[in-house]
């Protein structure tokens, strides 16, 4: 079955600290990945998104995210984390047989600690 | 200020009563989506449309209803057959389906008593 796996429901990191959250997938067409941010209440907001090329994409806010094709991942990254991005983030995939529609994992909930 | 907007942002229900939650976009985007989120499941597609008098089922479609007269305006049911209406509900639009940016309204709460 196609499925999009955030294995952590919740992380804390302390300001400043390196943070990566993993996002795995399962589908049989090529896949095009994203990462979105909700703040607490509010609707989601696109970070970064990958469809073909440089396996490391950059977003906005100052993250990252690497394509693994063999590992069927699609990790975001940032490398010093602000109290600003205590926030959930969600992967998602959309494919060649769903084009137009998303499917999002469960979220990821950060916690940003002084 | 081009954007999403959903009406009302809160709304407290009786169970039996259908709801109606609103979601207008200025953005001139063809595609329009609604998804209900509860913790811990992400959120998921209820309906979505790709053009105006044209809409489809998304993976929870039971127990809702939209309709999809006008590009800038696409209302969501939620009717008695929805066993577990309280959620917070996102509505959506695309560009252009082929860039799968998705933009959000801020989302609306229901909670049914």
């Known amino acids: 079955a196609q499925s999009v796996t955030q294995p952590d429901i919740h992380i804390t990191v302390s300001e400043g600290a390196s943070l990566e959250l993993r996002c795995n997938y399962s589908?049989?067409?090529?896949?095009?990945l994203f990462w979105y941010v909700q703040s607490p209440g509010q609707g989601l907001q696109l970070l970064l998104k990958?469809?073909?090329?440089?396996?490391l994409v950059q977003g906005i806010k100052g993250f990252e995210a690497e394509f693994k094709r063999s590992q069927s991942s699609f990790n975001l990254r940032k490398p010093s984390v602000h109290w600003s991005d205590a926030a959930e983030y969600f992967c998602?995939?959309?494919?060649?047989?769903?084009?137009?529609?998303?499917?999002f994992g469960a979220g990821t909930q950060v916690v940003v600690t002084p | 200020d081009g954007g999403i907007t959903q009406s009302p942002k809160y709304l407290f229900r009786k169970e039996g009563q259908n709801v109606t939650l609103s979601c207008e976009q200025n953005?001139?985007?063809?595609?329009m989506y609604w998804y209900r989120q509860d913790p811990g499941q992400g959120l998921r597609l209820i309906y979505y449309?790709?053009?105006?008098?044209?809409?489809q089922k998304g993976d929870i479609a039971e127990g809702y209803s939209v309709s999809r007269e006008k590009k800038e305006s696409f209302p969501l049911t939620v009717t008695s057959a929805q066993k577990n209406p309280t959620a917070f509900y996102l509505c959506?639009?695309?560009?252009?389906?082929?860039?799968?940016?998705?933009?959000f309204g801020e989302g609306s709460r229901l909670t049914v008593l």
């Open positions: 990958y469809f073909s090329g440089d396996t």
């Open positions: 998602a995939v959309m494919t060649t047989d769903s084009w137009g529609k998303l499917q």
């Open positions: 953005l001139n985007h063809d595609a």
């Open positions: 449309s790709q053009i105006v008098n044209d809409f």
């Open positions: 589908y049989g067409a090529t896949p095009y």
């Open positions: 959506a639009s695309m560009p252009d389906r082929n860039t799968g940016e998705l933009f």
